[in-house]
């Protein structure tokens, strides 16, 4: 198939260029490298495939940081669905307007969201999926049809048998709503991938690509920095620090905390020798 700047084709030529055992995501004490990246989000993309997912439908996620909800971002992407980030910090009013608003077919979720989920779903009548992240809580999944993760990539197959993708297709950050209600903000992914990832030019002499493959020079070419994504995922600079990251073939550690504890990020730059960081200020 022919490669553009789809960012799962970009992605795909990463996996497909460094070494299969390298740290792609590291998040507490959960690691995952680069080819098991690859292999979770084709499972979970035709788990998804499954449940009756097209081209152009609009996942959301809806958890704390974890490598899972990059793992649910690469597989929206694969199928050319569109991962939608949900704040978990809103209250019921801005849950019931994102999920009226949003247009979502499935959504992927902590586990402890799930009382939340049970408020405001009669507003998103179209979502037919719900998959849990596990976490520390008791929520009774059956109380909104929802499965769990590891169930749901279990037995699918790992492999890469996608239909051709568009560098046109769509990204959708919804903004913070500090003004107002949250707006979604449609990027296609080439705009994405120059607007806001400096179209892979960040850690090499040669700036950005000017074809896709020259994400593979990139990739092979760059220092092996570690880098950590700070801020809360569902925060568009956090993961866009992230997938700059990735697409340079680096290791991404996620920060697994709650809330910004100091103590405990500095703990992790020591323990994971981080010698790269973004934050959201």
Not at 51 to 56: F, L, P, Q, T
Not at 87 to 114: I, P, Q
Request: aromatic share 10%; with cysteine; net charge negative.
């Amino acid at each position: 198939m022919t490669k553009t700047f789809n960012l799962a084709d970009l992605f795909e030529m990463v996996v497909d260029n460094v070494p299969a055992d390298r740290e792609a995501l590291i998040c507490g004490t959960e690691k995952v490298t680069f080819q098991q990246l690859e292999n979770r989000a084709n499972q979970l993309a035709h788990y998804f495939q499954s449940r009756g997912v097209k081209a152009g439908e609009h996942i959301g996620l809806y958890m704390y940081n974890c490598n899972e909800y990059l793992e649910a971002m690469w597989a929206c992407f694969k199928i050319r669905a569109v991962p939608v980030n949900v704040n978990y910090r809103y209250v019921k009013d801005e849950l019931l307007y994102l999920f009226d608003n949003a247009d979502m077919v499935a959504v992927v979720h902590g586990r402890e969201f799930v009382p939340a989920i049970a408020e405001v779903r009669e507003a998103a009548p179209k979502v037919h999926t719900y998959i849990a992240i596990d976490d520390d809580s008791q929520a009774n999944l059956d109380e909104i049809g929802s499965v769990a993760y590891s169930e749901a990539i279990n037995g699918q197959t790992t492999l890469r048998d996608f239909d051709q993708r568009s560098e046109d297709d769509l990204f959708i950050l919804y903004t913070g709503g500090t003004t107002g209600m949250p707006k979604g903000v449609m990027w296609p992914h080439i705009a994405l991938f120059y607007a806001a990832m400096n179209g892979g030019g960040h850690f090499h002499a040669d700036g950005p690509c000017k074809e896709p493959e020259d994400i593979i020079v990139r990739a092979k070419e760059n220092f092996q920095i570690r880098s950590m994504a700070l801020a809360p995922l569902m925060h568009g600079a956090c993961w866009w620090s992230a997938c700059i990251s990735t697409l340079a073939g680096h290791t991404v550690i996620l920060n697994p905390g709650r809330s910004l504890n100091a103590e405990q990020v500095w703990g992790i730059v020591e323990k994971e020798k981080v010698n790269s960081m973004s934050f959201v200020g």
